[in-house]
Each structure stands twice: as C-alpha cells, then as structure tokens.
C-alpha cells in the first residue's frame, strides 16, 4: 500500500465519519470536547474535583456517541473520563424550538 493509498483511505474514513456525525447529531442533547476526543450525550455530569492542590475534572456521559475514526462501535451506554485539561460542553438548540417569526400582514 501506498503512502498516497493510505491518505486516501484516512481521508474516505473521515468522510464515512462526518456523515454519520451529521446522520446522528439530532438523536442527541450535548456536545462535549475534551483535549482527546469529541462526544454527543444525552446527559452530562461535569464535576470539578481537587486533590493535593491540584483541580482536575470528573466527567461522566450516559448514552454518548464518540467521534473516532478507529472505533468500530461508536454507540456508548456509559463514558468516564478524569482530565486536568479543560472540558466544554453545550447544548444543543433542537429544530423545534426555533420558532420563526410571522410574516407580517400586509393587507392582501
């Protein structure tokens, strides 16, 4: 195999993972990103914790999806993960809570 037939499988596996990610992001309540790897969860429980002097974060994830490129099951029922590096999470806003405004009544 080839260094150039290596990339273009890296490149197709990305590919193949993006539009998974795009096919299962609405079954899902929060992205979250540590400094190793991207979630999509349902629940999240984010605890800031210290011990000698030292602040690290506990996180917890119930029904999460993960974003690697390796995994063969990506679909996980519980996720742990402790880091000292720091943790975002956001919600995300669901479709049907936008609400468009009304078109104005222009007399016709």
Same mark, same amino acid.
């Not at 080839?2 to 079954?27: H, P």
């Not at 011990?51 to 996980?76: C, I, P, T």
């Not at 975002?88 to 016709?108: Q, R, Y």
């Given at each position: 195999?080839?260094?150039?037939? @290596? ?11 993006? &539009? ?6 609405? @079954? ?45 099951? &990506?679909?996980?029922?519980?996720? &742990? ?10 919600? @995300? ?16």
């Amino acid at each position: 195999m080839s260094a150039e037939d @290596l990339e273009n499988y890296e490149t197709d596996m990305e590919l193949q993972l993006y &539009r998974e990610y795009r096919d299962v992001v609405g @079954l899902f309540s929060y992205v979250v990103e540590t400094e190793r790897r991207f979630y999509l969860a349902n629940h999240v429980d984010l605890q800031a914790r210290s011990a000698d002097g030292e602040v690290y974060f506990d996180l917890n994830l119930q029904d999460a999806w993960v974003w690697d490129v390796y995994r063969s099951a &990506r679909f996980v029922k519980n996720v &742990r993960v402790i880091t000292f590096k720091d943790v975002n999470v956001e919600e @995300l806003s669901k479709n049907d809570d936008l609400e468009l405004p009304k078109a104005p009544d222009l007399g016709n």
